[in-house]
Structure formats: structure tokens, C-alpha cells
């Protein structure tokens, strides 16, 4: 048998970023094992509810364009991202909306059968597709869907129900396979790849209480780094500014509702100099509350964006309101109104989200306005990655080569300062042949990721740069994974196997799910919404705490069969690593941008930090080392991020209002 | 975040937990019971829910009897009814437990709250079964749309805005199995024979294919699988599944719409002698 018959690619995780890597390399003929915690159709990515993001028709001849799309990104993101990969993305993004619309998404329709567009937070033009409030579940359900038809025509092997505990990766620094253990039999056993590509989602359980699935632990990527892959941005992490408060998660109630007019309030008076002051008996039925007695927070600070200002933004407005004792009833808690709008147009526009509120709080967003409050949502921090940048890049960069903004560019002619097509290092980590595709990978987001826009980087990064996976399995068809020892294999088997016996008899009486509930407590107080570097430097005492008595657990099973206590247990140890790489890596950063906000470095600090922040694990003190690294910003100058606030004295232009009224 | 409400008080009641458990397929079950505290009152809070209490038992297993014992095995996700992984049979009824409200089911001190396994699925540990069963039955039905492959071909058909709203409604099936538990003809295989009846999740889907442009070439296909053994006529129409399911999906109106289908499909093959 030749190489090439014998390759194939590993994909971890089974979300949108995973599905999409997958159809990609299938249809190039390159055969995929698919791994996941969960069946595939049950990924955390089916939570998504509002949209995702790309330039269309409508709005392109009101001025907006695929520039915009990406201009308004790296603006979003305080300036942090690597430029070329979002240009890349906004000008692939009108072709992932057609894509999912042939693979036959239900996306909501005008009257004439077009996909219809919503407002979204960080934009002034419609230009987010939608399938009712539960776009990701539909189009998690249309690649599913695709990555069924290869299963069934035999070019993708599902093993579902099994758990990535570490990447193989031989003395040269090569990828060659994963070590996973099936969670029903607990069998551990190596898996031989030509590629790994990891698309396993974001760390939102390491804050505890987070908008996330359950699954969402960052313990995959941890298993990486804790194998010399380099973790950037960790201490990126975004808190969603409207979720409702649960006893075991924090249920978003999605920007849409804001997108399609949702208004932000708390029950306030006027003192006599004008100024807004907390309302005597703020807990009264919001219904009856005087027009003049409502104060819109985010409209009267920011009048051309609203509520769709970006959601660090109205996170931080709505955090300081109730910490300056407006919130509902003294608590902390804001309303978001939707009741001004048609129980027709809500059901149609927002129905599964007006769903999940009547049901996990049994009142009616129709009639009462909802109560929310902010709540960990998304990491733009992952898995460091490299790109190799297209030709136009370095010369518009150089100044060689102009970029008339002015004028009217052909998308397809436009300078070609996205992603080299024929590069097979787009999306890889610093390890050969291991990439991170979706929310794993630390690209596009920056310091604050656009609503709507992780849906499409997920995609994108499944089908742009899975052409660069197929590429490079291709180039190593000489020396496949197939003809590598075993005994590297072996050896991952064995220390996973030793990892878990550990597990299995220690027996100091501590709790694993005490450990993290009481990490997550402490995570959310010293590092979301306003940090400082005391309260950073004692959170850090205290994770050095949780990791002595984690070192003590007792496991309440110690069977080997179906032990989801073992897995949560070693998943654990694993969200303790990635804490201490956020905390590092925001302790380092004395400056404010985008989501991190530090009360003792209020300014942003392009000088000294307009830097990605590489944690690298540290094996002899178990902690990350941070460094910084320049950010290529050769296409947008950073400006001041204001958002036209009033207080800024800057005024947003009044781009497309066609964009912000209507429908 | 959320979570750190100071302002709001709550006070707590027990509610008695009473379980099915089992080691592992074929090894029998028992039940083991369990006092949870549970918070109510809150407001802003928010409830809790079966899962939640699922996760105390986690953090604390030890029955009332004070015997220690293993957390209880279960699936589930989203924790927001999206996902479907953590349908289980709570008081007799099949559901998903993480939408299942504390202070809906057990709002008073004492009350009592029964948690099985589906019993159409084979049970891998405790609340854990294996579906499957029902992702091989998608299968069956090629449930995909047969595109051209994923590079850029433009848009898809054009659609109404009420074709699109029936489609997105059967759309929202997520797998949950509750149409599946809930049906009479619907039986446990311990192994998927691939000729079991399909139910009615399978024969929605194949209506949501069947009604779109691209999607309806493979029509023929579906209706021969629709038409054969553990097709739609063995559905009984006894309509438990329609209100078994949680996402509303018109599934009396799929079982119909599908059964016309097959009608003509038969009288068509029958006259074309295919
Ligand atoms: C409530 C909510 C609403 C959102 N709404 C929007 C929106 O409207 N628009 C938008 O653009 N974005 C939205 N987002 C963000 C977006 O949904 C996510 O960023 C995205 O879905 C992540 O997809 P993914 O493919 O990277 O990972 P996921 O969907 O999280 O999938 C991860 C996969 O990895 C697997 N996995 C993980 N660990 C392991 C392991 N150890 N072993 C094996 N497998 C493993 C899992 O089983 C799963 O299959 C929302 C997020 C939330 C929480
Ligand atoms: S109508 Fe048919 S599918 Fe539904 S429960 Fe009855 S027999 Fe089952
Ligand atoms: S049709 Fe309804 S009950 Fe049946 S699997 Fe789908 S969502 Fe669940
Ligand atoms: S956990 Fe997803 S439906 Fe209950």
C-alpha cells in the first residue's frame, strides 16, 4: 500500500469548527476520524442563538462592504487581532452564508425569498443572517448533516462518546496522532494522524457558572498546552452583558434581542441638577414605571450605537449601573425590553430565546420586561496559531502597494491581504501538524469578539484552512503516520493510563467538584468584568490552594465503567492550568483593552501592549511563562475605540440609519 | 457573576430524589434515594433544576440511609433544551431534566421527584443510555441535503417565508428521543437491527428533506425506506409522541404528510411496475 492510501486526519471535536474541517478534508478524499465528548449533532455550538455575520447585497449598496465587515472587527477587538486572517474571513464570509444556505438552512426569509438580516452589536448595518433565535442549532444541524452523508458513504469514522486526553507527538516535534479513551468502556488506546485538527470550543466552566455547555472545560486545550503547545490571549475572556442568573448556568438571552430593538433600562429619578439617582422603590412592577423614570443606560451614552454598542462595553455600563445601586430591586439585575414590540414579530424573529426565558423563569418577555445581568460567555484566548499572510500583504503594509478605500473594489479584485490559499500553516499551532480550528484558536477576536462573528470564524477556519490540512497530509505522503513506531504511542498510552490510576487511589478526602465549583467562584470575582493586579495576585494565591488540595482528591467511583466522576475529576486538573495562564497573562498586561479592563491601569497602552500575550507551560514550576509578541497591524492604523460615547466629545458619524430603523 | 446576588435572600427546602440506578447493560437496577437541598425563593436566582440537583448528588453521594456511594451516571449539555442529551423519565413522563424546574415539580418541603432511564434505548450506566439507534435511522433516510460539494456555488433556492417556517419548526428536532419513548410501537433493541420501526423524529425528518429544493431529489429514496419495513405504516397514530415531544414539532401533521407521500409513491411504483 502506498502513503497516501494509509493517511487520514484526526479531528477533535465535533461543533461547527470541527464538522466543517470535516466535510472539507472528506471531500478532498483524505479519510476522518471524528472525535467527541458528545454525539456530534449535541455540541455545545448548538447554543447559538443570534446569527452570523457577513456582508450581503442590502448592505453593500448602502456602503457597507467586506472591508467594513473586517474593519469593524479589529475595531470591536481594540486593535489586537493579526489583521491579514479577519480580512480573509470578512471576504469569506458572504460564501459560508451561501454554502449553508445550499447545504438547506432554514434561514429566515423576506417576502420575496431572500435571507433576511438583523442589527447586531459593533455594526450600524444589517448584516447578520439568522434562522429564527436558534441559528447555531440549525446550522450545526446542516453540517451534521453533510458529515452524516460521508459517514454513511464511508469516509468519516465517528467515535463519539470518547475523550482527547493528549496529542502524539514524536522526538522530531511532529504530530503523529492522538492518545483518547472511550468514556463508556474507559479503554485508552492511540489513534495514528497524518494531522490533528483541534476544534474543541472554548473554557467557559473554568469561571464555573458561564453561558456554556457543559463540556466547554478547556481541558483538551490544556492537554496541549501542557505538551509545549502555546496558549495566546489567555486572559481574553468575554462576559456576555445580558444572560439570566440559574442555579447551575447562566442562560444568554442572545444581542438579537437588542439587535431587533430590545432596550436596556433601570428604574431611575432626576435629581434637581439633572443627574440620574437611584429610584426609591426600583423592585416596583416594571410596567408601571414612568417613561420619565426609566433611564436607557446605553442609548443616553452612546447615541448613534445604542444598545448594540459591543457587549465589553454594555457589560461594563450595565456592571457599574447596578454596582452604583441601580439594579432592579438593589440587585443585580437590569431589565432588557422587549414588551414595545409585536408577540408576532418576537415569536417569528426571537422565538427560542422568549422560549428559554418563559421556561427557566416563567414569565412572559412579551408582557414583562426581562431581568439580566452580565455573564461569562466567550474565550477569545486559545490555542496559539500561525498564518502565512497573502502577497498583497506586505506590500500594502510597506506602503508599496495602495489600498484605495475610496474607491469601488470588485471583492474578488480587491488586494489580496487575507490568508495565502496555498499555505498548509494557516490556523497550525507552534507544533507541526497540530492546528486549532474555532473558538480553540486564538485568532479574529482580539480583545473583544463582535456578536455573530465567532459562528463565522468557526466555519471559516473549517474550510479555508482545512484546504491547508489537505495540503499538508498531502506533502507528507512519503512519511505517513502509518509507518511510525508504535512505541510512541505505547508510551502515551501508558502515562494517560498513569495519570488515571492516580486518579483512582488517591485518597486524601478532597472533592473534585468542590475544587471547581470554589475555582469558578474566584475566577468570576477576580477576573471578568474589573480586574486589578492585588486582586489578580491574590486569586493566584488561591488557585495555588485549590491545586494543593486537588493533588488529595478521593474519587466517589473508582469503577471502570462509564466513570464520569474520572472524567470531570481529571478535567479539573486540567481548568486549573488554564486559570493560571489567565491570571498570568492578565497580571502582565497593565493596560485596558477590549474585555480586559483593569481598574489600575484604565487606558489602553498601544506602546508597551498593543501585543499578543503567549503563555507557555512551564514544566518545572507547573506555571506559564507569558511573553509578548507583536501584532500585525499593516492594514488599520489603531484609532480610539469610543463608540461616539458622549462623554468621549467624539461624534460617530451617522452612517447607514437605514440600517438601525425599520424592521 | 450572576451568581453573586447578595441582595436577594432564599431559603432552602429538601426534595427527595428517588433513582434508577444500574452498574452497566444487563446488570440489573435499584434504587437509591437521596435528600437535596434546594434553594427557592430566589428571585433572580433563578431555579433549580434536575440537573442541578443531579450535580449536588455529584458533589455529595451518600444516600439517606447515609451509605456512601458513586454520583449518578447521566448525560447531558446545553442545559438549556437545545441539545438534547439529558432526556430522562422524571415522575413517569419522558422529558429533558435540565428544563425541569425544582419548583415546578417538588415546590414543597419533602416533595418527591422519581428519575429513570429511557426505556426504548439501552441503557449503558444509571440515566446514561445509548441513542444510536436513531442517528443509524438518519441514516436510513439519507437525512441530508445532497449538495454539490462545499465549494463556492453561490446561494441555495429561494424560499417562501412560510415554507421557511415550516421548515426551521422541523428543524428544531434535536435528537431528545421523547417521540421515541413515548411511542407504543417503538421497542428497545439492544442491538439496532436497522429494521426497527424509526418512529416519528425519523419520519418528521424526512419530511423536513423531502420539503426543500435540493433536498427532494433524494424524495424517491426516502419514501422507499418510508414505505418499507419499520416505515411509517408501522406507526399505530396514536399520537402519544406529538405530545411527548418538547419542541412542539408538528409530528401527527409529519406522520400524515409522509403517509400521503407513500400512498402515491406506492401507486406510481405500482403503475410504473418499479
Ligand atoms: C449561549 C451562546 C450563544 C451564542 N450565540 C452566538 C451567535 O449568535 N453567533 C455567534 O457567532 N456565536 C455565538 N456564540 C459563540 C459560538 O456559539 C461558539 O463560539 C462556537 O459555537 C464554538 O464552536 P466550536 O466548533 O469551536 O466548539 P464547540 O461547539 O464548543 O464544540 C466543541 C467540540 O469539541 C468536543 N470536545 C471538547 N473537549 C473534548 C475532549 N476532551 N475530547 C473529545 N472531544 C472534545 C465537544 O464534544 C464538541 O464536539 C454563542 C455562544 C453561546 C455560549
Ligand atoms: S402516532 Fe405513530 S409514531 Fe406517534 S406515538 Fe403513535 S405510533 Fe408512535
Ligand atoms: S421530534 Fe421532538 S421529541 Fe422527537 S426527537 Fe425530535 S425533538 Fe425530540
Ligand atoms: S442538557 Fe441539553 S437539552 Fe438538557
Redesign the interface.
Known amino acids: 500500500m502506498s502513503g497516501s492510501d494509509r493517511q487520514r486526519v484526526l479531528v477533535v471535536g465535533g461543533g461547527l469548527a470541527g464538522l466543517a474541517a470535516t466535510i472539507r478534508i472528506a471531500e478532498a478524499g483524505i479519510p476522518v476520524d471524528l472525535f467527541s465528548l458528545v454525539p456530534v449533532k449535541r455540541s455545545h455550538s448548538v447554543c447559538a442563538q443570534g446569527g452570523i455575520n457577513a456582508c450581503n447585497e442590502v448592505a453593500r449598496q448602502q456602503g457597507y462592504s467586506e472591508y467594513e465587515h473586517f474593519d469593524e472587527t479589529v475595531y470591536g477587538g481594540d486593535f489586537l487581532q493579526h489583521q491579514p486572517p479577519v480580512y480573509e474571513m470578512a471576504h469569506w464570509a458572504p460564501k459560508v452564508i451561501d454554502l449553508l444556505d445550499r447545504m438547506g438552512v432554514p434561514f429566515n426569509r423576506t417576502a420575496e425569498g431572500q435571507r433576511q438580516l438583523r442589527l447586531f452589536g459593533g455594526s450600524l448595518y444589517k448584516r447578520t443572517h439568522f434562522a429564527g433565535a436558534t441559528t447555531g442549532q440549525q446550522l450545526m444541524y446542516a453540517l451534521d448533516e453533510q458529515v452524516r452523508r460521508y459517514e454513511a458513504e464511508g469516509r468519516v469514522n465517528k467515535y463519539e462518546f470518547w475523550e482527547f486526553l493528549r496529542p502524539v507527538i514524536d522526538e522530531d516535534g511532529r504530530t503523529q496522532g492522538i492518545i483518547a479513551q472511550d468514556m463508556r468502556t474507559m479503554q485508552i488506546r492511540g489513534f495514528r494522524g497524518d494531522a490533528v485538527v483541534m476544534a474543541t470550543g472554548g473554557c467557559g466552566l473554568v469561571f464555573g457558572k458561564s453561558t456554556n455547555s457543559v463540556m466547554c472545560t478547556g481541558a483538551a486545550a490544556a492537554r496541549c498546552y501542557k505538551l509545549g503547545v502555546q496558549y495566546g490571549n489567555p486572559e481574553f475572556v468575554q462576559v456576555h452583558p445580558t444572560a439570566i442568573p440559574g442555579a447551575d448556568k447562566l442562560r444568554l438571552m442572545s444581542e438579537s434581542a437588542r439587535g431587533e430593538g430590545g432596550r436596556v433600562w433601570v428604574p431611575a429619578k432626576k435629581n434637581s441638577s439633572g443627574q440620574w439617582e437611584p429610584h426609591p422603590n426600583s423592585g416596583m412592577d416594571p410596567r408601571q414605571v414612568p417613561q420619565d423614570e426609566r433611564w436607557y443606560i446605553l442609548e443616553e451614552k452612546y447615541p448613534a450605537y445604542g444598545n448594540i454598542v459591543p457587549r465589553d462595553i454594555a457589560t461594563r455600563e450595565i456592571f457599574s449601573a447596578c454596582m452604583d445601586g441601580f439594579g432592579v430591586g438593589g440587585g443585580n439585575m437590569v431589565y432588557l425590553d422587549l414588551t414595545h414590540k409585536s408577540p408576532e414579530f418576537l415569536e417569528t424573529r426571537l422565538g427560542g430565546i422568549m422560549e428559554i426565558y418563559r421556561k427557566f423563569v416563567g414569565e412572559d418577555p412579551v408582557e414583562v420586561p426581562m431581568k439580566i445581568f452580565p455573564g461569562v460567555h466567550y474565550s477569545m484566548g486559545g490555542l496559539w496559531t500561525r498564518y502565512s499572510a497573502d502577497a498583497d500583504y506586505a506590500r500594502v503594509k510597506g506602503g508599496s502597494m495602495a489600498f484605495d478605500l475610496d474607491r469601488e473594489w470588485d471583492p474578488d479584485e480587491r488586494p489580496a491581504c487575507g490568508l495565502d490559499p496555498e499555505a498548509t500553516d494557516n490556523m497550525m499551532t507552534n507544533v507541526d501538524g497540530l492546528y486549532a480550528f474555532g473558538e480553540v484558536n486564538y485568532q479574529y477576536h482580539g480583545a473583544n469578539r463582535l456578536g455573530a462573528n465567532a459562528l463565522l470564524s468557526c466555519i471559516f477556519d473549517g474550510l479555508f484552512c482545512g484546504q491547508g490540512v489537505v495540503k499538508y497530509v498531502q506533502g507528507r505522503s512519503s512519511s505517513p503516520a502509518a509507518e511510525v513506531s508504535a512505541a510512541i504511542f505505547e508510551r502515551g498510552e501508558r502515562d494517560e493510563e498513569e495519570i488515571v490510576r492516580r486518579l483512582i487511589d488517591s485518597s486524601g478526602g478532597e472533592n473534585a467538584y468542590d475544587i471547581g465549583r470554589e475555582l469558578g467562584e474566584e475566577m468570576t470575582a477576580a477576573s471578568t468584568v474589573v480586574k486589578s493586579g492585588g486582586r489578580l495576585e491574590s486569586a493566584l494565591v488561591r488557585l495555588g490552594e485549590l491545586r494543593a488540595r486537588y493533588d488529595k482528591l478521593s474519587l466517589a467511583d473508582t469503577g471502570m465503567w462509564t466513570n464520569q466522576n474520572l472524567s470531570y475529576s481529571r478535567a479539573v486538573g486540567d481548568m486549573l492550568l488554564i486559570a493560571d495562564a489567565v491570571l498570568r497573562g492578565g497580571l502582565n498586561r497593565k493596560e485596558s483593552r477590549g474585555s480586559h479592563y483593569r481598574e489600575d491601569f484604565p487606558t489602553r497602552d498601544d506602546a508597551n501592549y498593543l501585543k499578543t500575550t503567549v503563555a507557555t507551560y512551564n514544566t518545572g514550576t507547573g506555571q506559564a511563562d507569558i511573553s509578548l509578541e507583536d501584532v500585525e497591524i499593516g492594514l488599520v492604523e489603531p484609532r480610539l475605540r469610543t463608540y461616539g460615547a458622549v462623554e468621549s466629545g467624539e461624534k460617530e458619524e451617522e452612517k447607514a440609519t437605514a440600517g438601525a430603523s425599520g424592521a | 457573576?450572576?451568581?453573586?446576588?447578595?441582595?436577594?435572600q432564599a431559603t432552602t427546602r429538601t426534595v427527595r430524589f428517588r433513582i434508577e440506578r444500574s452498574?452497566?447493560p444487563g446488570r440489573g437496577t435499584r434504587w437509591e434515594i437521596f435528600d437535596v437541598p434546594v434553594?427557592s425563593g430566589g428571585?433572580?436566582?433563578?431555579?433549580?433544576?434536575v440537573?442541578?440537583c443531579l450535580?449536588w448528588i455529584?458533589?455529595h453521594?451518600v444516600t439517606v440511609e447515609g451509605r456512601?456511594?458513586?454520583?449518578i451516571?447521566?448525560?447531558?449539555?446545553?442545559?438549556?433544551?437545545?441539545?438534547?442529551?439529558c432526556t430522562m423519565v422524571i415522575n413517569g413522563k419522558v422529558r429533558q431534566a435540565?428544563?425541569c424546574?425544582i419548583?415546578d415539580y417538588a415546590p414543597n418541603e419533602g416533595d418527591e421527584i422519581t428519575l429513570e432511564a429511557m426505556s426504548k434505548f439501552p441503557t449503558?450506566?444509571d440515566l446514561?443510555v445509548d441513542?444510536t439507534r436513531l442517528?443509524n435511522d438518519?441514516?436510513r433516510i439519507?437525512?441530508?441535503?445532497?449538495?454539490d460539494?462545499?465549494y463556492?456555488?453561490?446561494?441555495?433556492p429561494?424560499?417562501?417565508?412560510d415554507t421557511?417556517?415550516v421548515?426551521?419548526k422541523l428543524?428544531?428536532c434535536?435528537?431528545c428521543g421523547c417521540c421515541l419513548e413515548a411511542c407504543p410501537q417503538y421497542t428497545l433493541e439492544v442491538e439496532p437491527s436497522g429494521k426497527g420501526f424509526v418512529g416519528a423524529a425519523v419520519i418528521s425528518q424526512a419530511r423536513y428533506?423531502n420539503e426543500?429544493g435540493?433536498?427532494s431529489t433524494l424524495k424517491k429514496d426516502r419514501l422507499d425506506v418510508m414505505s418499507g419495513v419499520g416505515g411509517v405504516s408501522d406507526c399505530g397514530n396514536a399520537q402519544n409522541c406529538a405530545k411527548a415531544c418538547p419542541k412542539e414539532i408538528p409530528l401527527t401533521e409529519s406522520i400524515a404528510a409522509i403517509g400521503r407521500s407513500t400512498t402515491f409513491h406506492r401507486i406510481k411504483q405500482f403503475f410504473s411496475g418499479k
Open positions: 457573576m450572576a451568581s453573586s446576588n447578595g441582595t436577594v452498574d452497566g434553594a428571585e433572580g436566582s433563578g431555579s433549580a433544576n440537573i442541578s450535580q455529584a458533589a453521594p456512601e456511594t458513586t454520583p451516571t447521566f448525560d447531558c449539555g446545553c442545559l438549556e433544551e437545545v441539545c438534547g442529551a435540565c428544563s424546574l419548583d449503558v450506566k446514561f441513542r442517528f438518519l441514516k439519507k437525512g441530508w441535503v445532497p449538495i460539494g462545499s463556492n456555488l453561490g446561494a441555495g429561494r424560499e417562501t417565508p421557511q417556517q421548515r426551521y428543524s428544531e434535536m435528537s428533506f426543500h435540493t433536498g
